[in-house]
């Protein structure tokens, strides 16, 4: 244990059950302290400006329209779940508006909204419906949702407390919010001390409203679980959550999720006992993972949607605004994130966003660095990780991510070994992230589609070797909880960034090993992307390389033949019941391309294999009667029977189409002649040439001061 | 023949065979009095100065890199074409720059890469390859990219001939463009004198080299036709090739590309002989041209991608370029041309762009003002036409286009009656355009490809009615030629935008009647998409009318029940064959309605017809062993057995996805309850309900003075 993981401990123990610091309004993101600098702020600073902005232009629209506290019916999406939604984000923007103006109308809506609340709650039963395998709540359909809305609700009460009378002070926290914390640490134990996002909204929750209301009990339990013993509760989350990279092991999109409780609490916490220094725990473990949260983007801003992931989510979510303001404000004042806040356009507006908007208008924002990069998985950083290799400028990057990480609970996906690749602003091989529409309640309210399950989470539908047309330990998540691949190799230098990873327990009596690249060589303006992967067993099995692609073939080694009157799908389980197969080639061992046309730019994939290949072209939708899938393709690299194979691939980028002044250039790729010259447990060798000059790559697994040499 | 014609012609029979007026050179796009202005210019206005700085550092580019005149063998996209295509584009950049520094190394380059030329053109035979049922070139495997090859070459020869020793320019003459003239009047006879764009092209680039060369002869017969008696030539091209609303009948896509001969062989024409006033033939027939081109994009700048089209072509491509700064510059000098001169970033290094780049630097543009309109189509403006629907601004239109023109010659598609329906800056329900990679090597050498034919030019590629799976005129291209459809009526006011064609020869003994419209009511901030398609006939057939649509369906009124494990094609031929069959639902005669999300919005397609429909999902894909066909879906409303059926829909965009804060409003349509209540030849009359109100929407075929009324 750290010294000031010690100090913390120490502190809580001593400042535990002693009353909190005297009662100050406000005192979450906007400190009393701190309101008349931000009003002079928002006059000043062009972002808090434009940020303030919207926020009374929204409390403005809220006081206009009939306040509305339904009877809680409807799922994700449904009318009672957006307007319960709405009345959070409305108490919240009518607090800051309270604060800002002074003008008392926006706490009497705050104040009035919470005792239309406050007269109803206790009545409320649990939700009638219930997302599939979650904990109901009493205002939404999971328990979740609740827990967000009081982390928003407790701000705008605590922003509008001074000018809301005592006595419906405290009928609104008589009769909501001490129900609610009753709720949420009673109700919802399992939750309150599960580590697991889920637990940690409830314990900010909990948490914030305990100082705000000045119960320290509250506070207690939420910092230290409900037996106050440190086994659970906020600092046990942080402990195993984060690897020492912050790492969230559910991956980005629900690292950014996960990150908004830690953040408010931790700002919370150290606005009320800044003696605690929670910023500092673990190594100022928080400050870290906003960083790990923005690396683990794509240059437009999106997070790698590996695991269940919505796609179109950037940092310029709400969640990351947090992040960022806080991480500047009260962690770190690095001038790359200040590139971010640029980006999202917004600021909190509160003590973090007045630092942050004045810095901007003061000029000392630098580029955001996109680093190659290992991000160790694990609460010790010893269970597998991620490696980022990156190439190229923010306006034209490649960039190529390699999941060994662990295997992140429910959410996590059977792709172990898979790829990513990014290149010219575009997914070049994707990831399909969910099988969800979010919020639209006629896809299953919004909610995981049973598609989720049977496709977007085993294996073939990642661009990462199925065995015997199985998924990663059968598809059991269980399983799959207690294994984790390991890192080989990492390297980032002029040439080569390469990371390698093992694989021995997804599939049974199969060592998998994979070692990617992207490598420069001179002849070529663009890095290549040199796969190798290894598959070796005692048996013989069918192995099966797809690349999910974004795009058009518009060219290959083969005649494509597709299947002209009658498709059928691959398989029947494991998701390859969801494939519709388009066409089976066979290439020699010779092996052969494909070229697919992607954004303007093509990108052609070299493979050879040490035994021939098929090559079959597959298109999604199969098995998919209510239309739940998305368009995807894919080429798969196919090894019907065999015991050791090695797919050795190489995919470069090239050429453009002008399709305005209708020119072409770069069609064709300038590598040819990839040989696996040899491939055994310890060492593989292949070649390669690009236009007239021969490569050679050779990769010792067991040599760690030079695993990959190339000549 | 109006007054300006008649002028034309006298001073054409006046002026001819007399010398041309005295050779100055340069003459063409930059004539020798401006070239101190314009060297002025490239300093002074910033537009001016970026679209030199990429011109001389194009030149400079060019000096570097060794020449290279490739003996022509390759097709579209090859190595050979490119490099022929590169060279005349380095002719004309060495070119402008020699005018614009003065230095003689770019005159120099010029002269010694015509005498490669002029070594070796006349021993070329007919290039091996040829596109497919086109005229073979010299250079290029078509004649038409000779004559563009010559367009821009003779150009650039004019522009540095001054600095060109005289035995060279003999030698040019005498042994390129001498035997190409030839080639091009001659061997090309029968496209010299053909009413086409690749006519025009050829007459540009005799006319052109005529006057350089002082040739009158050549510019005689580009004028009037080889026989000189106007039947033919330049002259006859203006009256036939473009309606009175300067409607060019190819379509959009050609009709930016044909009008780029037109305009500078004008510009020429002008320049040498401005008592002939081309301008202002034709009642300015050429402006009108180039406003009917800009007024034929959406708001994205996109070409309407209806018969043959590349989709990603904008009013960027060089040709508007040209076309927008001589129509500002020579014709009228509308300051809303600025505005797309803007857009496109670049002006032609001439007078005219030193005109544009001296207003626009003045702050003369207005913003580019799209109008609703109704456009005709045929030589006198009585061959159908295309009715533009449009609502809202620039940046957030609906749009809706109903084709009703005639067939368009050999680029024709056989789509009587379809739309193209925009909105949100996306495309909705689209035209697939051709089916074409162009200049993709790998892909037929960038030609059409066969699907083209049996796919992209099929009455069921489109969002149109198709009878008894048959195309229009059983896809008869000379057949469609002989007949159009006729508009019926066409209005814009500020609640109803309405066109209404009918079509009564593509399918035997089948009238159809489409009437489409944009309705704004009060209950709703966006209009609807409101269509009545009607087909009458004394015999029984199948009726089929698909929405090809962009998005993914994500609620219907049906349960969508795709085939699982087994997709079938639709049909045999006339573009059924190459689609997959999804799914087939019953909706009954209360009729249904489909839900997509496109691009974060909601389009729900509510429909009822005077019979119960089937439902049909179709993708697109089957029967296409090469992977030349495009992903693409539909829904279509089917009726197999009836004499007259009447389709209503109706379309209502609605809602939005924010997925960045995981928001979503506006889920559900607003309509409801649409009936069929009656429906004859001379009247149909319907109803549908927005919110509470119900709207009655009466169609009166036969009268003129009120044929929509809503109430």
Chains 1, 2 share one sequence.
Not at 229 to 256: C, H, M, N, V, W
Not at 308 to 335: C, H, N, R
Not at 610 to 622: H, N, P, R, T, W
């Amino acid at each position: 244990m750290n010294y000031l993981k010690k100090l913390v401990l120490y502190f809580f123990c001593l400042s535990f059950p002693a009353a909190l610091t005297a009662q100050v309004h406000p005192s979450l993101m906007l400190t009393k302290a701190n309101v008349s600098a931000v009003r002079k702020g928002i006059q000043e600073y062009p972002l808090l400006k434009k940020s303030y902005k919207k926020i009374q232009s929204d409390a403005d629209k809220a006081l206009m329209t009939e306040m509305s506290v339904p009877l809680p019916k409807d799922g994700g999406g449904g009318a009672s779940h957006e307007q319960h939604k709405k009345n959070y984000i409305n108490i919240l923007n009518c607090g800051v508006a309270y604060q800002m103006t002074g003008d008392k109308k926006y706490a009497a809506y705050v104040g009035n909204l919470l005792l239309k609340y406050a007269a109803d709650y206790e009545k409320w039963p649990l939700h009638p419906k219930r997302k599939e395998g979650h904990q109901g709540g009493k205002i939404f359909w999971q328990s979740l949702n609740d827990f967000v809305w009081q982390v928003y609700t407790i701000q705008g009460y605590d922003l509008a407390f001074d000018a809301i009378p005592a006595k419906d002070r405290k009928t609104i926290e008589d009769h909501l919010f001490i129900p609610m914390l009753k709720f949420f640490t009673v109700d919802c134990k399992e939750t309150f001390d599960k580590i697991h996002n889920h637990g940690t909204w409830d314990i900010a929750a909990v948490g914030m409203t305990g100082y705000v209301l000045n119960k320290p009990e509250y506070v207690q339990m939420a910092i230290k679980g409900s037996n106050k013993d440190g086994k659970t509760g906020y600092l046990a989350q942080i402990d195993q959550l984060f690897s020492p990279d912050g790492y969230y092991t559910e991956g980005p999109y629900y690292q950014r999720y996960a990150l908004l409780p830690f953040v408010i609490f931790a700002k919370a916490i150290n606005n009320y006992q800044p003696e605690l220094k929670i910023f500092e725990y673990r190594k100022q473990l928080l400050s870290k993972a906003i960083a790990t949260c923005l690396q683990l983007t794509y240059t437009d801003g999106a997070f790698f949607p590996f695991n269940d992931a919505i796609k179109d989510k950037t940092y310029e979510s709400a969640e990351l605004v947090y992040g960022v303001d806080i991480a500047y404000a009260d962690i770190q004042a690095q001038p790359e994130l200040l590139d971010v806040a640029k980006k999202q356009n917004e600021v909190i507006v509160s003590d973090a966003g007045l630092k942050v908007a004045a810095d901007l208008a003061a000029g000392k924002a630098k580029p955001f660095a996109y680093l190659p990069q290992l991000i160790n998985d694990g609460a010790k950083g010893d269970e597998g990780g991620l490696g980022i290799l990156r190439y190229g400028s923010n306006e034209d990057q490649q960039c190529l991510l390699l999941k060994a990480a662990s295997q992140g609970m429910g959410h996590g996906h059977f792709d172990r070994l898979n790829i990513l690749y990014y290149d010219n602003g575009v997914e070049v091989f994707p990831d399909y992230g969910a099988a969800r529409f979010i919020n639209i309640e006629a896809k299953k309210g919004g909610d995981y589609l049973p598609e989720n399950k049977t496709w977007a989470k085993q294996t073939v539908a990642h661009n990462t070797l199925v065995v015997d047309e199985t998924s990663n330990f059968k598809a059991n998540a269980d399983a799959a909880q207690l294994k984790h691949p390991d890192i080989l190799y990492f390297k980032n230098d002029n040439t080569i960034q390469v990371v390698s990873a093992r694989e021995t327990n997804a599939f049974p009596g199969v060592e998998m090993t994979r070692t990617t690249a992207l490598i420069k060589v001179k002849e070529l303006d663009k890095p290549l992307l040199v796969d190798v992967f290894q598959a070796i067993s005692d048996k013989k099995h069918q192995y099966d390389l797809p690349f999910w692609y974004k795009g058009h073939i518009v060219d290959s080694s083969f005649n494509p033949t597709a299947e002209s009157t009658n498709l059928k799908p691959l398989g029947t389980k494991y998701g390859y019941e969801h494939i519709w197969l388009n066409a089976v080639k066979t290439a020699g061992a010779e092996g052969g391309y494909v070229t697919v046309l992607n954004n303007k730019r093509f990108y052609t994939t070299h493979f050879v294999a040490d035994s021939a290949l098929q090559v079959k072209l597959l298109s999604l939708g199969a098995n998919d009667p209510d239309l739940n899938l998305l368009e995807s393709k894919a080429f798969m690299l196919s090894q019907p029977n065999t015991a050791k194979q090695t797919f050795f691939s190489i995919t470069e980028a090239h050429g453009k189409v002008n399709s305005i002044n209708e020119t072409t250039t770069g069609a064709s790729s300038a590598v040819s002649e990839l040989k696996l010259i040899s491939a055994s447990a310890t060492q593989v060798t292949v070649s390669f040439k690009v236009k007239n000059k021969v490569y050679h790559y050779q990769i010792d697994y067991n040599n760690k001061s030079q695993f990959v040499k190339l000549n």
